[in-house]
């Protein structure tokens, strides 16, 4: 998460995977895993001493004493910092196998699967990337048990459990976390987007509202509010809010938030101010999903699904994604252009096969109006 304002500024990488999860309507997918504080201590153990050598089990064969866990640690820490997950999980495993009981172990461990998991996704290898987020938020998972004392090392846990899909999981790390540090305003503020995508609204007020009041000039907070806002149908506050949070927001974050100003004039019944904000933006920054999404919303609002089916597929060609082709199969069925919605279904079917989305589509496209069967 960024840190703007009096506090400075740091920002983080997307998640196209799991936007829906971090709420594209309200961060389109810019949290990260900076958003929460740094966990570990630099110690074995995250909230104690390191275990006794040779204890919880391991064999006197494989005794480690507390310095070489310690360098154990400090090893695998050093080769996640510098882009090595690899490296780092086979010290690790070991560790973890001749010194159970270690949270920072699992910590990293879940680090490591977590950048994996974004060269995974990165690359195209959606699968893979899936497999690695569970992966991490299993590890987190078991760090949290291990020491449950630390607000960071739960925050982290949640933030690891939305990327893996687990948002019921990551409320509960959430909600730890804002226990154990009242005072830090990141974890109501994440809660706040994960109740939003269960349509939790009035738990999302006020989980946002306990973020607000600890830091009312952090753009994500005043964003995740303004997103409040216009479930709980208050459009005029919400507009005004997200305007607010542009006004305080590095360059970083200000296409995501202008995005998220146009949807809320779409909502509002003004899909032409909508394009009006959008459309001066550059081509390459109109091919970023969330400002795809919304040009293409507002286009359809205006009554011309053929035009945003063309916004999809300038998406579609610049990058190769086949979320895209749906969506313009969606978009030229409303526009009663069968045949090209089914030739766009094609292409979808060619990329993933036998995939229930590639089912799910043709039969929507089935029951588009005048059409009677398809394919």
């Known amino acids: 998460m960024s840190r703007t304002g009096r506090h400075g500024t740091r920002s983080s990488g997307a998640s196209p995977i799991h936007a829906a999860l ?25 909230g104690g001493a390191a275990p006794s ?20 640690l400090v090893a695998a820490s050093r080769y996640v910092e510098q882009g090595e997950p690899v490296k780092a999980e086979i010290i690790l495993a070991d560790l973890v196998t001749k010194a159970p009981g270690l949270s920072r172990a699992h910590e990293l461990l879940g680090k490591a699967a977590f950048h994996q998991a974004a060269k995974a996704e990165q690359g195209g290898d959606e699968h893979e990337a899936r497999r690695l987020y569970a992966a991490a938020a299993d590890h987190y998972d078991e760090a949290v048990r291990l020491d449950a004392m630390s607000a960071g090392l739960a925050c982290s846990a949640g933030e690891i459990a939305i990327r893996a899909g687990r948002v019921e999981r990551a409320i ?3 909600r730890a ?3 154990l540090d009242p005072a830090d305003p990141r974890a109501p503020m994440l809660e706040a987007s994960m109740l939003l995508t269960l349509r939790r609204i009035p738990e999302a007020r006020t989980a946002i509202d306990r973020a607000f ?11 995740t509010l303004a997103a409040v806002l216009a479930e709980e149908g208050d459009q005029p506050a919400a507009l005004r809010t997200i305007r607010q ?27 032409a101010k909508a394009l009006e904000l959008l459309l001066p933006l550059s081509p390459a920054v109109q091919q970023e999903e969330s400002v795809t999404t919304e040009i293409a919303a507002a286009y359809a609002a205006l009554g011309q699904p053929d035009r945003a ?30 045949d090209e919605a089914w030739r766009w279904h094609r292409t979808v079917q060619m990329t993933l096969g036998d995939h229930h989305v590639v089912k799910s589509l043709a039969e929507e496209l089935r029951q588009a109006p005048g059409q009677a069967g398809g394919g």
């Open 245 to 271: 949070a542009r006004g305080l927001a590095p360059a970083s974050l200000q296409t995501a938030f202008r995005a998220l100003e146009a949807k809320f004039l779409r909502q509002s019944g003004e899909p």
């Open 309 to 338: 089916a063309e916004v999809w597929v300038r998406r579609y060609e610049s990058t190769r994604d086949w979320r895209a082709a749906v969506e313009v199969a969606r978009y030229a069925a409303k526009a009663g252009l069968m």
């Open 172 to 174: 509960e790390h959430l």
């Open 213 to 223: 009041a600890l830091d009312p000039d952090e753009p994500y907070i005043l964003a």
């Open 177 to 179: 976390a804002g226990r």
């Open 22 to 46: 971090v709420t594209a309507s309200i961060l389109f997918g810019l949290i990260g895993l900076t958003s929460c504080k740094e966990s570990g201590s630099g110690q074995p153990t995250q």
């Open 53 to 72: 050598p040779g204890g919880n089990g391991s064999s006197p064969g494989t005794r480690l004493t507390p310095a070489q866990i310690e360098d154990a």
